[in-house]
Protein backbone atom coordinates (compact mmCIF):
# COMPACT_ATOMS: atom_id res chain seq x y z
CA UNK A 1 0.00 0.00 0.00
CA UNK A 2 0.95 3.70 -0.56
CA UNK A 3 -0.10 6.87 -0.08
CA UNK A 4 0.19 10.78 -1.74
CA UNK A 5 -1.07 13.44 0.66
CA UNK A 6 -1.76 17.07 -0.07
CA UNK A 7 -2.98 20.13 1.66
CA UNK A 8 -6.11 21.51 0.75
CA UNK A 9 -7.65 24.91 1.27
CA UNK A 10 -11.45 25.75 0.58
CA UNK A 11 -11.53 29.21 0.42
CA UNK A 12 -14.90 31.50 0.35
CA UNK A 13 -14.15 35.10 -1.50
CA UNK A 14 -15.29 38.08 -2.74
CA UNK A 15 -13.74 40.09 -5.48
CA UNK A 16 -11.10 39.34 -8.49
CA UNK A 17 -10.69 35.44 -8.77
CA UNK A 18 -7.84 36.14 -10.92
CA UNK A 19 -5.69 37.81 -8.71
CA UNK A 20 -7.11 35.65 -5.98
CA UNK A 21 -5.79 32.39 -7.96
CA UNK A 22 -2.27 34.43 -7.97
CA UNK A 23 -2.16 34.73 -4.25
CA UNK A 24 -2.75 30.82 -4.29
CA UNK A 25 0.00 29.68 -6.45
CA UNK A 26 2.37 32.71 -4.95
CA UNK A 27 1.87 32.62 -1.74
CA UNK A 28 -0.11 29.21 -0.17
CA UNK A 29 2.20 26.56 -2.80
CA UNK A 30 5.66 26.11 -3.19
CA UNK A 31 5.89 25.90 -6.98
CA UNK A 32 9.23 23.88 -6.96
CA UNK A 33 7.64 20.56 -5.09
CA UNK A 34 3.93 21.49 -5.13
CA UNK A 35 0.87 21.32 -7.88
CA UNK A 36 -2.28 23.96 -7.32
CA UNK A 37 -5.45 22.06 -8.42
CA UNK A 38 -8.24 24.41 -8.96
CA UNK A 39 -11.08 21.94 -9.52
CA UNK A 40 -13.05 21.10 -6.64
CA UNK A 41 -12.47 17.23 -6.86
CA UNK A 42 -9.75 15.02 -6.36
CA UNK A 43 -6.31 15.93 -7.86
CA UNK A 44 -5.25 12.39 -8.74
CA UNK A 45 -6.96 10.08 -10.76
CA UNK A 46 -5.43 6.93 -9.47
CA UNK A 47 -6.46 5.55 -5.45
CA UNK A 48 -8.53 3.08 -3.43
CA UNK A 49 -9.64 5.49 -1.09
CA UNK A 50 -8.80 9.05 0.51
CA UNK A 51 -8.97 10.33 3.98
CA UNK A 52 -9.78 14.33 4.37
CA UNK A 53 -8.43 15.22 7.54
CA UNK A 54 -9.43 19.25 8.70
CA UNK A 55 -9.39 21.11 12.39
CA UNK A 56 -13.13 21.77 13.20
CA UNK A 57 -14.38 24.67 13.14
CA UNK A 58 -13.90 27.20 16.04
CA UNK A 59 -10.40 25.63 16.85
CA UNK A 60 -7.24 27.55 16.74
CA UNK A 61 -5.53 27.20 13.59
CA UNK A 62 -2.73 29.94 13.18
CA UNK A 63 -2.19 29.78 9.70
CA UNK A 64 -6.04 30.93 8.68
CA UNK A 65 -6.18 32.89 11.52
CA UNK A 66 -2.70 34.87 9.95
CA UNK A 67 -3.50 34.65 6.44
CA UNK A 68 -7.05 36.08 7.04
CA UNK A 69 -5.39 38.83 9.16
CA UNK A 70 -2.56 39.49 6.52
CA UNK A 71 -5.46 39.85 3.97
CA UNK A 72 -7.33 42.23 6.21
CA UNK A 73 -3.91 44.37 6.39
CA UNK A 74 -3.86 44.95 2.72
CA UNK A 75 -5.15 48.27 1.40
CA UNK A 76 -7.20 48.01 -1.88
CA UNK A 77 -6.85 44.05 -1.80
CA UNK A 78 -8.65 43.20 -5.03
CA UNK A 79 -10.45 40.12 -3.27
CA UNK A 80 -11.47 39.24 0.52
CA UNK A 81 -11.49 36.23 1.70
CA UNK A 82 -14.48 35.82 4.26
CA UNK A 83 -13.41 31.55 4.84
CA UNK A 84 -10.69 29.61 4.95
CA UNK A 85 -11.11 25.70 5.38
CA UNK A 86 -8.13 24.12 5.74
CA UNK A 87 -7.12 20.02 5.19
CA UNK A 88 -4.67 17.20 4.72
CA UNK A 89 -6.29 14.64 2.13
CA UNK A 90 -4.18 11.30 2.02
CA UNK A 91 -4.63 8.83 -0.99
CA UNK A 92 -4.12 5.47 -0.64
CA UNK A 93 -3.96 3.26 -3.38
CA UNK A 94 -2.65 -0.96 -3.66
CA UNK A 95 -2.98 -3.75 -5.04
CA UNK A 96 -5.08 -5.42 -3.16
CA UNK A 97 -6.11 -3.13 -0.31
CA UNK A 98 -5.35 -4.82 2.07
CA UNK A 99 -6.25 -2.37 5.07
CA UNK A 100 -9.39 -0.58 5.43
CA UNK A 101 -10.21 2.59 5.47
CA UNK A 102 -11.25 2.59 9.30
CA UNK A 103 -8.34 1.42 10.51
CA UNK A 104 -6.69 4.34 9.15
CA UNK A 105 -9.62 6.88 10.53
CA UNK A 106 -8.79 5.12 14.03
CA UNK A 107 -5.36 6.05 13.69
CA UNK A 108 -5.25 9.30 12.30
CA UNK A 109 -8.52 11.28 13.35
CA UNK A 110 -8.98 12.28 16.66
CA UNK A 111 -13.17 13.10 16.74
CA UNK A 112 -12.92 16.10 19.15
CA UNK A 113 -10.82 18.10 17.09
CA UNK A 114 -10.82 16.87 13.59
CA UNK A 115 -13.97 17.03 11.05
CA UNK A 116 -13.14 14.04 8.23
CA UNK A 117 -14.59 13.00 5.50
CA UNK A 118 -13.39 9.19 3.28
CA UNK A 119 -14.07 8.09 0.32
CA UNK A 120 -13.28 5.33 -2.11
CA UNK A 121 -12.36 6.33 -5.92
CA UNK A 122 -15.03 6.55 -8.69
CA UNK A 123 -15.48 2.81 -10.34
CA UNK A 124 -13.69 4.37 -13.69
CA UNK A 125 -10.74 5.48 -12.24
Known amino acids: MTYFSTR ?7 GAA ?8 DVLADDVVETVHEEPGA ?6 FYLDIGLKAGLLDL ?8 LGS ?6 SIQEIKKSRC ?9 VAPEQFIGDMVNPVI ?3 KCAYADPGH
Open 8 to 14: RYELHYE
Open 18 to 25: RELHGFVR
Open 43 to 48: CLSRYG
Open 63 to 70: EKEYLLRY
Open 74 to 79: VADAPF
Open 90 to 98: YYFSGDPMD
Open 114 to 116: HRW
